[in-house]
């Protein structure tokens, strides 16, 4: 399409755009000329109708109005929530697309923002399930139910919802009976815990007037073993009226294995309970991956897709080529999982980490597992690294999603380990990170994503880099 974008994209306007890319938030990429517009609602290979709602100086953002030619990718999503649900983005989209699309959003990321271009992307490695895939679901209470036209087993009415956010609605809640990406198990006990909220006399959560009484739900189903955690967060205890939940649902559910109930008077939608109280069975679920067991407790992070971990972490051992001599740093260390699970292929692994209960909850696993050669280190990255002098053969790097410090970085270059494994959840800030990493002392050796989320944009990836 070739037409002047000072004047034909402005703020309101409609256009035909035909979609020739996509870009880590998912949207749809088109070009006029050389300009780039991001549309929401739209895949490469759609054509489509797009108002533009946001104009700046080197590209803008538009909606899809109408689709007037489906991409050939495009399929019929089983979910009647999807489009409304601010869950899942590319459930109208076949899997084997999805993988393609995160590939090329990598490949693009890498060579735009890390100047890696020689880099090859392989095809990431599929989730071995694309649906009922997640061990963990939060579901919220609230007071503002977003309104459809949906009628048949979860009524939309005024003044309760439980379910999850209407897209880029944090304020509105969508009732929620059916969720595609937990079991049917965990839906049938979401509609049960639905039905006994709306019928206790006791009011959802507002966000605007911070009243209320149900605030969320949090299931988690092991996917390899049978523990089953039904987490209910209130704003008080209500005694009477949790009891009554309580054997109404064990009634239901034999299945349950925990049964915890939080309270929590904070202001911020964070699903964490300030105190928690065991309503039945044990207070944790216990989780494995390969041949190791975790135990995870009501508000801990664990990875949400168990089989696509262990794809992630069979990556990690594969990409590192362990022969079991190395002293391995494991940087974000987290619970430890990265670091036991690879405990059996190398001679020691010192994880570091800056939260102390995620540091306790590491070192508990390592002796529930009888592992003797993983220590866990409660540091700031930036400090221990500022102070360390001894260099290891290998380094993990699993940073949040902003990616890694330039302090730590410059602290990486020092130390100059043979080899780092750096595992990012976000490919933009990993090549950022990367192209300063490969200035001057590392090339990239190997690059394996990993999908872990199916229906959605989010990748994990792992690089491999060697001393020149």
């Known amino acids: 399409m070739t037409t002047d974008p000072e004047t034909a994209i402005k703020k309101g306007a409609e256009l035909p755009l035909t979609i020739e890319g996509v870009s880590f938030g998912g949207q749809g ?56 649900c601010g869950g899942c983005r590319w459930m109208d989209v076949d899997y084997a697309a999805q993988l393609e699309f995160k590939r090329r959003t990598i490949e693009d990321l ?49 003044g309760f919802a439980l379910g999850l956010h209407v897209a880029k609605n944090f304020a509105k809640v969508l009732n929620i009976d059916h969720c595609h990406l937990q079991s049917d198990l965990a839906n ?21 007037t911070n009243e209320g009484f149900w605030r969320f739900l949090i299931l988690r189903q092991c996917a390899r073993t049978s523990d089953l955690m039904v987490h209910v967060i209130t704003t008080e205890q209500a005694a009477e009226t949790m009891n009554g939940f309580r054997d109404e649902l064990l009634n239901r559910f034999p299945e349950v294995t925990s ?41 801990a992070f664990f990875q949400t897709n168990t089989l696509a971990a262990e794809k992630l972490y069979d ?35 010192v994880g570091v980490e800056r939260a102390p209960d995620a540091v306790a909850n590491a070192e508990k696993n390592a002796r529930h597992n009888g592992v003797v050669n993983c220590v866990f280190r409660q540091a700031d990255i930036r400090q221990a690294l500022a102070g360390c002098r001894d260099r290891p053969e290998a ?24 080899s780092v494994l750096y595992i990012s959840c976000d490919p933009a800030t990993q090549a950022r990170d990367l192209a300063l990493l490969t200035r001057d002392a590392y090339a990239v050796e190997r690059c394996q994503p990993v999908d872990m989320f199916p229906h959605t944009y989010h990748i994990e990836n792992v690089v491999k880099l060697a001393l020149r």
């Open 110 to 158: 890498f060579a735009r923002i890390g100047g890696l271009r020689d880099v090859q992307i392989p095809a990431p490695v599929p989730s071995p399930r694309v649906f009922a895939y997640r061990n963990k679901m939060e579901f919220t209470f609230g007071d503002r139910p977003w309104l459809t036209d949906i009628t048949d087993g979860f009524p939309d009415e005024p």
């Open 188 to 208: 049938a006990i979401l509609r049960h815990v639905a039905s006994f909220a709306r019928t206790s006399g006791l009011p959802a959560y507002s966000v605007r």
């Open 315 to 349: 990556t990690v051992l594969q990409l590192g080529e362990f022969d079991g001599t190395e002293r391995v740093y494991d940087l974000y260390s987290g619970t430890g999982t990265i670091a036991i699970y690879l405990s059996g292929h190398v001679r020691e692994v």
């Open 29 to 84: 990429v088109a070009r006029i000329d050389d300009f780039v517009v991001f549309v929401n609602g739209a895949v490469p290979g759609d054509r489509v109708l797009a108002r533009i709602v946001k104009k700046k100086k080197s590209f803008a953002e538009a909606v899809t109005v109408e689709r007037l030619d489906a991409s050939v990718s495009r399929t019929d999503a089983p979910c009647r929530h999807f489009g409304t």
């Open 259 to 299: 049964l915890v109930h939080s309270t929590s008077r904070r202001k911020s939608q964070v699903a964490i309970g300030e105190q928690e109280f065991v309503l039945a069975g044990r207070p944790i679920v216990t989780e494995r991956l390969g041949p190791f067991e975790f135990e995870i407790a009501p508000s």
């Open 395 to 418: 380094l993990i790097l699993d940073p949040p999603r902003s990616g890694l410090h330039p302090d730590v970085v410059q602290s990486v270059l020092r130390l100059s380990p043979p």
